[in-house]
């Protein structure tokens, strides 16, 4: 089975802050996501990657950035946390080459800004 | 814009009977199509995955595909209150390595 593990179910952080959201897959897969949940937004896609070293952005960037240095782990960074920023985040994973295969995701992580 | 639609619900059906959800999208070039479940306070559990046109089963559940309507929808026959959950729709990006989740429709199976 896939497991895509993030770091943290629960995380509560300050204004300003920088913040890490790690997030690790085990079935060398090519791609790995992240998204935010918010009620009656549904998942928006904050940034993937395709390779390492390699990002996109996705539907809502700002406020944030990633790495990916190794080909299981994806970071997410909150370069100066605000609390517009408090939300479900989700990390997932999926197989290269075409978009047949579909994500699987992490249990995410509830982050609350302060 | 590339769209998902689905309807927001709540779908209540009782125990044992056939839940319909539905989705439509907008891109015509989508090739994969999938349905995930997510309970509350959880993060989405892949169910089903549909390429062609007509159905797919796994047990209870049923996928069928039209992609001349642009439309996907899943059907859970013998509905289970463990059903009780929202269901994802998501169909590929036109790059390829995305997908596009729609908002999900939350489904309640009464006992």
Avoid at chain 2, 16 to 32: E, F, H, K, M, P
Avoid at chain 2, 59 to 72: C, D, E, H, P, W
């Amino acid at each position: 089975d896939v497991k895509v593990t993030q770091s943290s179910r629960y995380l509560v952080k300050r204004t300003g802050e920088k913040v890490f959201l790690e997030c690790v897959q085990d079935m060398d897969h090519e791609n790995m996501f992240w998204y935010r949940q918010d009620p009656g937004l549904g998942l928006r896609l904050i940034y993937f990657s395709y390779d390492v070293k390699m990002k996109e952005k996705g539907d809502i960037p700002e406020g944030y950035s990633v790495s990916r240095e190794k080909k299981e782990r994806f970071s997410l960074i909150l370069e100066s946390a605000s609390t517009n920023q408090t939300s479900m985040y989700l990390c997932a994973s999926s197989l290269g080459g075409t978009s047949n295969q579909p994500q699987h995701f992490g249990d995410g992580t509830r982050l609350s800004i302060l | 814009q590339k769209e998902v639609e689905q309807n927001s619900g709540p779908l209540s059906v009782p125990e044992g009977a056939i839940a319909s959800l539905n989705c439509t999208y907008s891109d015509r070039v989508s090739q994969s199509f999938f349905w995930y479940r997510q309970y509350s306070g959880k993060s989405p559990e892949l169910i089903m995955s549909i390429y062609s046109n007509g159905d797919k089963e796994d047990g209870r559940f049923t996928a069928q595909l039209n992609k001349a309507s642009q439309y996907v929808s899943l059907l859970i026959r013998d509905s289970q209150p463990s059903d009780s959950a929202t269901y994802l729709c998501a169909v590929n990006d036109q790059a390829g390595t995305a997908l596009i989740f729609g908002k999900g429709t939350t489904l309640s199976v009464s006992s």
